[in-house]
Nanobody
Framework: QVRLVESGGGLVQTGDSLKVSCAGS????????MAWFRQAPGNEREFLGA????????YYADSVKGRFTVDRDNDENILYLQMNDLKPEDKAIYYC????????????????WGQGIQVTVSS
């Protein structure tokens, strides 16, 4: 089973870009749909974007479409989230998630999670 570890978070300013990564170990990403979520205090875990198990499809939440990009490298077992034009409301803990098979937009669909990484955007 895949194990996931996020990296690359931190403090940025409004309008900056940031790329976070999710490294997998224990198994190849092949066959897994991979997704990014975030959770701010008091809020539910929010879907941001995903790639399906084939690795070609990309799916995004309307709230981040055009600003965030999800990509994956099956050879290196890394999932990326490129975030552009960051806003203070993007401050949250960001999680990567995996599920063997088709993707979904609900956090309940995924059974493998990273530990999360903090992203803070100052105004």
């Amino acid at each position: 089973q895949v194990r996931l570890v996020e990296s690359g978070g931190g403090l940025v300013q409004t309008g900056d870009s940031l790329k976070v990564s999710c490294a997998g170990s224990g198994s190849s990403f092949v066959g897994y749909s991979m997704a990014w979520f975030r959770q701010a205090p008091g809020n539910e875990r929010e879907f941001l974007g995903a790639t399906n198990y084939g690795g070609l499809g990309r799916y995004y939440a309307d709230s981040v479409k055009g600003r965030f990009t999800v990509d994956r490298d099956n050879d290196e077992n890394i999932l990326y989230l490129q975030m552009n034009d960051l806003k203070p409301e993007d401050k949250a803990i960001y999680y990567c998630a995996a599920r063997y098979g088709s993707y979904g937009r609900s956090w309940t669909y995924y059974n493998i999670w990273g530990q999360g990484i903090q992203v803070t955007v100052s105004s």
